[in-house]
Each structure stands twice: as C-alpha cells, then as structure tokens.
C-alpha cells in the first residue's frame, strides 16, 4: 500500500518512467467512458490525464475562463506548463462541456503528437450503441495508423480477460472496505485508483494481489460515522483525508475515480470485442452525462448504501460542474426520501481556502447524522 | 383565468390576451401614451415599453406582440381543445410541433425572456424558487426563470419535455432532465452526436425520425404529410424572409433596427412556419426597406458595427438595444440569429423529416458548439458574419451560465483578430438577470471598447478583410 500512496502523488510515476524509457508510447485520456483496452491491446499505456489537487491555473485561465470548471482548468494548466510533456497523444471524449474545452485549448495552444476524439453518445439506445461501435473501430485504427501497432482480436480479448480480473480484485478490495470493520480508508482506495489508472494494467494486476493480502486481516476503527461519496471527478486524497481526520470513515462510492469506474461493467460473452466494449462502457456508464438513466445512477448508490451500512451521503460538485451539480440535487431528493442524510456540497477543485468552510460542514454533517 | 396568477406562464398570458384583445392602433397608440405617464408604471414595464414603442420598433413590436400572444394563448387553451403542450428548448425546430393539430409547442428560453422583459420583478423571484431547491447557481437563467416557475408548481405544467441540447449544452439538458424527474413529465430526446461527418447527420435524422415515432404515440396523432408539407412551405418562406433581414443588415448606416435581432430569433423559437410568424418576418421586411429607402439611422451617424458572437442582454431592451444604436452603435444580431435555415424539400415525407432533422442541426447553439469542435463552426459562423455583414468588432456577452462557449471563446478571439483583424470584445454579465452586472457597467465597457479600440483600429485600417478587398 505504501508503494500505491506514494506513486499515486506523482504525474509521471517510476512505472510511466520505466515505459518510456523502454521507447514505449503513452496516451492520455480523462473519461471514464474509454475503453482502455483497445489502447494496451496496441502495447500502449493508457494514462488518465489528472491534477493531484494542484490548484494554480494561471497559465490554463488565459484560455478557459473562471465559469469553467476547476478541475479542468488545473489539468489544462499542468498540460500547458509541460507536465504531461511524456503524452504521446490524447483521446478526448464528448465527457462535458468543460472536459470538451480543455482538450480544445489544450490542443489549441500545444499540439498533441496524436490526436482521436471518441465520440460517446449520451442515450443508450440500438442505434446509438451500434454507432458507439463504429466509434470504437475508428479510435481502433487511429491507434494502429498513429502509433503503426496491430490490434487485433486476440490482443484485445487478453486485454478484456485482464480488465475482468481486476474488476473482480477491486470487488474484492471494495468487500473489504464496506465490511463493518473496513480494511481500507477512502483516502487509500481513491490512491488506489489514482495509481490504477498510470500504469500497465498487468502491473495493477499484480499491486491489487499485493494489497489485498496485505490488508486481508486489517480493521479500521475509531471513526464516528461510515459515509458513501459521490459526484465529481476528483482526485483529491486530500480532501478524502480531511473528511475521514474529522471522522468521517468513507466506507464507499460513486466516483468516477472509484467504484463507477469498474462496478457497473457487465462483461457478457460475444463473438466480437469491440461489440463487448461497446456494451460494457455505454450501457452502465452511470455519469449524469448521460441521460434517461437517472434511476439507474439512484440505484446504484442506493445499493451501495445498503451493502456499506452508510449512514450518510456526501454529494459533492465542482463549481460550475453542471452535470453533477443538478444531479446531486435530484439525488439529494431521493436518497432523503429514503431517509438517508446528505450533505450536498459545492466546492473549488483544490482550493486549500475552502478546506475550513468544507471541513466544518462535515463536521456538522457528522453531529447531525450521529445525534451529537 | 386567474385574475391575479403568480406563476410567470400564467402572467404573460394574462398581458398578451389583454394586449391581443385590442385593435393594433389603439394598443400603438395606447402604449405610446403610457410612455407619456412614466410615473404610472413600474420602471421594469416602462423600460421595456420605451424600447418596443420607440418609433423604429413599434410596428414590428405590435406584430411580434400579436404574434407570441397567438402562440402563448394557444397553449393556454391547449387542454380544453384536447391538445398537449409539449416544452421545447430554443435550438429544436418548432415546426416539427405546428405540424401536429393536437400538440402545440412553448419554448423555455422565450418564456423567460418574455418575463424578464414585459414582468414586474423580472422573473427574478422565479429564479430564487429554483435556488431554494438547491439548484446550483451557475444553472442558465434563460431556463431557470421559466422552469423556476414551472417548479414552484404554481403556473401551468407542460405535458411533456422535449430536450434537443444533449451535445450542444449541458447544462439546458440537465435543468430539462431535473424539471421532468422532479415533476414526473415525460420526457423525449433528440441528442446531438459531436460529429460533422456524414455519419453524424445521418444518425441524427435517424433520432428525428424516432423522436417523430415517439411524439405520435404520445400525442396520438399521426403526423399527416399534408399538414407538414403546409408548415414546411411557410416554414421555407420564413427561410426567404431571414435572408432578405439578412441582406438588409449589409447597408451601411444599418437600416435594421437593433431589436429586430431579437424579433428575429423570437420567431425562429416560436412560430416559425406559420401565418403569425411570415407575418411579423414580412412587418420586419418591409419596415427596414423603408428605412433602407430613407437611409435612416437612429444616431447622427453609425459609429461601430458590432457582431455580438452568442447572446445579447435582455434584462433591459432600452437599456441594450436602443441605447446602443442611440450611440451609433449597430448590433448587426447575435449568435442566436447565425441558424441559416435552409429551404426544404417538400416533395416527400422522408425528404421533410430529413429537413427538420438538417433544421434542427443548423439550430444556434447546435450548429455552432454542438459542432465537432467547439470553436469550429462557431469561429467559422462569425467570420462569416463579420465578413458577410461588414462588422468592425466582436462581442463576447459572456453569459456566465454558458460554460461551452466560456470554453472557446479565447480561441474564438484569437482567431477572428487573426483571420479580420478586428478586435472581439469579452464581457461578463448575466444575460436574463441583471443582479449580475448592472446594464450601466456593462454600457460603459461597450462604450470604452468601441472608443478605445474599434475606433483608433478602423483609423489604422488595420481590417484584413476590407484591405483585402480593397486590393482585389
């Protein structure tokens, strides 16, 4: 675990280091709706562009503007100022609006070497799915004609068996987090998938055995209240940390940095894998970026309340996060109608000045769900 | 009706049946008096009757009036007549509604607008009932006035929720999401795949024509290919009738007035394709052709000519639109505006639907950010129209809720200075709700921007394009 918490701190950790310095390519992406498979099945490191809670954006705001999102305009900032100078390329997706214009400047002001935009749809629907499809074929070919490796069948069946055997190690870690006595603090699995998503799948592979035998036998106590997360990307361990030192134990999640990322992904047997793909990322993408699947988002976190035993909800938005920001309230709306507390809160991405306005509102959060 | 209603629907139909109950001179001159009787008015009804009655306006504001008065009353009476009321954003294409007997269409973005325009308190109060659900902030007024109101459960509530914004913006689609879970509307799609190849449009039209499939069985109506055929013929005229607007536009002194920009795209929202709406484009017609005719121009000369790249500010017609012409400046109309329809097919009923589908697509916003990339056809419609219509600068509005556009707008700027060299101005205010910049600073910036830089790089001749055309 300690390897996992100190690389995932790090933009360009040792393993991206070591894959460059073997001469192999790297190619950033930022939604979770790309299917990372296609990208190692070519033999190259898929790279989830972040911003580790860096929140200067003075070079990124002479391009985007202060209603943008702060996240995005952090990860712009680190972009332009050469931090991900190791990129071989991007893969932009239609993610949101904020998302869109970030790769745009990004691309705009500093060319990438490789350029795809996967086009995702917003409804699932036959046509949309076949059309999503198609997409993944072209974002296929761009690989190979860019970066001149095949991909075929075989590689991407390989990587598909890979990513369902650590779909499986990450229920397993997550079993053990939203267990009564959890083996994990929120903090931890957030570094887990920060590290997850920026370096070689088989090595993930290989690290989530590791940490899974490590803390098989491992309780956390002294926490007053077990809280589910959900709503924005984030990357902020930091923030996780400041909610879980007040007591507040982050037991589960609905993070596209978390349990979003893997849970909902269905693999079901078909002869094509690019057909396999399709379904597995579209249908269950459960990002409030799609649309006619509220029930389905509400579902999800409600049955992760039930199984991690939570006893209050934090539904948190980036300022100007439009997606998340109206879906936290319908969420609100609806876990409160189940009884279930919430705190809803809307912060700066990384913003060290809002740390004491969210940490005293946790803590009252925390006061009100525990009656003291 | 409710003599005193207090939801914003239900008060701007309260207005408008008032208004359409009296023969056009009396209102025109009845308007013009209580201009007269400023004292007897709030200074939000005052305000917005001292821009549609100024003499330039008043003609076309009369028909413009008589026209959303039809549209607003035939949603009133839809229920009665056993018709459905189907809410629809600005950038879907109202004739796909008129084409229906049994469904009529009302737009969210012009229900604001009108209540921030012709209502004491301006929609603000609406507004603050969204707010009190926890929406955030940074939602769109241009929706959330209306919808506000819609919230409140107080005003009327539409049958069904129709969102074209997936892929154009995301933060219309989800304050449409959010008001049919909330109130249990139904809810139908029409989503915008980023994708300016054939294979983007091709599917789109396959969404129109299942978005048509969905609206039959909910409406109960098949849609007849006569009757769409009638609305797409007047539809094709209203076409007609934008491009002469358009031509006008290119007079210099500008013989359009700045409002018409406003009139123009209020018809595109509502009653494009029907007798209301060829009426109030033929009004707009013939007035700046007169005007045209007697080279008039409300200022002594024009000073600027002026593209205003996404919206305009509504929270203050006079205070907008009439002050900046009364200083030579010309709004030559906005984004909103840049949607050149096209005429359509009528020979078949695939060919129709394939138009509303191409309509649909070339709808503001859509065509623009809902492009490939955002700033692609959107840097491409603005040079355009710079070029088109002579402008000497761009400006940026910078309603804070359009986060798409906030998005691109630096590379907008870049790329407009470097391709025309004339300058695109960057404002920061909030469109529909004037708590966030009052129209005085928002006046002055235009005016300091037009004096300090449009003025010294017209003396400089450092335009690229009028070099340019010069030389050939």
């Known amino acids: 675990m300690d390897e996992i918490l100190k690389q995932s701190q790090l933009i360009e950790n040792d393993y991206v280091k070591q894959w460059k310095n073997s001469a192999k390519p790297v190619v950033g992406y930022i939604c979770v709706a790309t299917p990372i498979e296609i990208i190692e099945a070519g033999g190259i490191l898929p790279y989830r562009v972040r911003a580790l809670g860096s929140s200067s954006t003075e070079i990124a705001d002479a391009h985007l503007s202060r209603f943008n999102c702060s996240f995005c305009r952090s990860c712009l900032n680190l972009g332009l100022s050469g931090a991900y100078d190791f990129l071989d390329g991007m893969i932009e997706t239609n993610g949101c609006d904020h998302l869109r214009g970030m790769i745009e400047n990004w691309n705009y002001v500093k060319k ?60 397993t870690i997550y079993q053990m987090r939203e267990r009564e006595q959890s083996s994990f603090t929120g903090a931890e699995i957030l570094s887990i998938f920060l590290l997850g998503s920026a370096i070689p799948s088989s090595v993930l592979e ?31 361990v930091n923030f996780i940390k400041e909610i879980e030192n007040i007591g507040g134990l982050v037991v589960s999640d609905a993070l596209c940095y978390g349990s979003r990322a893997f849970w909902p992904r269905v693999y079901e047997e078909q002869k094509d894998p690019i057909k396999v793909l399709a379904k597995m990322y579209l249908e269950n993408l459960l990002c409030p970026r799609m649309f006619n699947d509220f029930s389905k988002r509400r579902e999800f976190v409600l049955n992760a309340v039930q199984r991690a035993k939570v006893e209050g909800v934090i539904l948190v938005h980036n300022k100007f996060c439009d997606v998340h920001g109206v879906d936290n309230v ?43 | 009706m409710k003599l005193f209603p207090v939801g914003l629907f239900d008060r701007l139909a309260n207005q408008l049946a008032f208004l359409s109950i ?126 506000g109101s819609v919230l ?55 969404y129109m024509h299942k978005l048509i499939k969905q609206l039959e069985e909910f409406i109960g109506e098949k849609m007849s290919e006569e009757k769409l055929r009638r609305v797409m013929e007047k539809a094709n005229r209203c076409t007609e009738l934008y491009y002469e607007i358009w031509d006008i536009h290119k007079a210099v002194p500008c013989p359009v007035p700045n409002l018409f920009s406003l009139f123009l795209y209020g018809v595109r929202f509502t009653m ?11 009004t707009m017609v013939k007035i700046a052709k007169k005007r045209l005719q007697e080279k008039a121009y409300p200022a002594e000369k024009e000073v ?59 709808m503001p916003m859509t065509r623009q950010v809902g492009g490939e990339s955002m700033s692609g056809s959107w840097t491409e419609d603005v040079i355009y129209a710079v070029t088109e219509l002579n402008a000497d600068c761009v400006i940026y509005c910078g309603h804070h809720s359009c986060k798409q556009t906030w998005s691109v707008v630096s590379i ?27 129209i005085s600073v928002l006046q002055k910036e235009i005016d300091e921007f037009i004096k300090n830089v449009v003025l010294r790089k017209k003396a400089q001749g450092k335009r690229k394009i009028r070099r340019s055309k010069k030389e050939d």
């Open chain 2, 272 to 282: 494009w394709g029907t007798d209301e709406g060829i009426e109030t484009l033929e």
């Open chain 1, 330 to 372: 319908q969420l609100r709306i609806a876990l409160e109608k189940e009884g279930i507390p919430v705190l809803q809160l809307e912060k700066d991405y990384g913003g060290k000045a809002d740390t004491g306005r969210l940490k005293t509102r946790v803590q009252a959060f925390l006061e009100r769900i525990k009656g003291h």
């Open chain 1, 206 to 236: 290989k690290l989530l055995d590791r940490v899974i035998e490590e803390r098989r036998n491992k309780t956390l106590d002294g926490y007053k209240a077990r809280l589910l997360i959900a709503g924005s990307i984030t990357d902020e």
């Open chain 2, 22 to 147: 009296w023969p056009a001179p009396i209102v025109r001159t009845f308007g013009s008096l209580l201009l007269k009787a400023k004292r007897i008015l709030d200074d939000d009804t005052y305000n917005a009757l001292s821009a549609l009655f100024a003499e330039r306006n008043k003609d076309v504001s009369m028909a413009f009036l008589k026209m959303l008065s039809k549209w607003i009353s035939s949603a009133k009476n839809a229920s009665g007549e056993g018709k459905k009321v189907l809410l629809v954003p600005f950038n879907f294409p109202v004739e796909a509604i008129h084409a229906f007997d049994k469904a009529v269409p009302l737009t969210s973005e012009v229900l604001s607008t009108l209540g921030v325009i012709g209502l004491k308190g301006q929609g603000e109060q609406y507004w603050d009932m969204a707010m009190a659900l926890g929406l955030p902030d940074h939602m769109c007024s241009a929706n959330t006035v209306e919808l």
């Open chain 1, 112 to 171: 990438f070497a490789f350029f795809h935009y996967l086009r995702v749809p917003q409804i699932v629907e036959e046509d949309s799915m076949t059309y999503f499809e198609e997409e993944l074929r072209l974002y296929q070919k761009a690989l190979e004609g860019h970066f001149g490796r095949k991909i075929d069948d075989e590689g991407l069946w390989a990587q598909i068996q890979l990513q369902n055997r650590i779909r499986e190690k990450l229920k």
């Open chain 2, 304 to 362: 600027a000519r002026c593209i205003w790249c996404y919206t305009s500010y509504y929270f203050d017609l006079a205070g907008f639109f009439n002050w900046m012409e009364e200083q030579g400046y010309t709004h030559l109309g906005d984004g909103l505006d840049l949607c050149f329809p096209k005429i359509i097919d009528t020979s078949s009923m695939d060919n129709m639907v394939e138009g509303l589908a191409l309509s649909a697509w070339n």
């Open chain 2, 152 to 206: 409140s459960e107080e005003d009327f509530k539409p049958d069904a929720i129709i969102s074209s914004a997936p892929g154009g913006c995301d933060v219309n689609s989800k304050i449409h999401e959010f008001v049919s879970n909330y109130l249990g509307i139904p809810q139908f799609f029409l989503q915008k795949p980023p994708d300016d190849s054939g294979k983007g449009f091709k599917l789109y039209t396959i």
């Open chain 2, 412 to 438: 907008l700027r870049n790329e407009v200075q470097k391709r025309t060299g004339i300058p695109l101005l960057v404002l920061q205010g909030d469109s529909w709700i004037k708590r966030m910049t009052p």
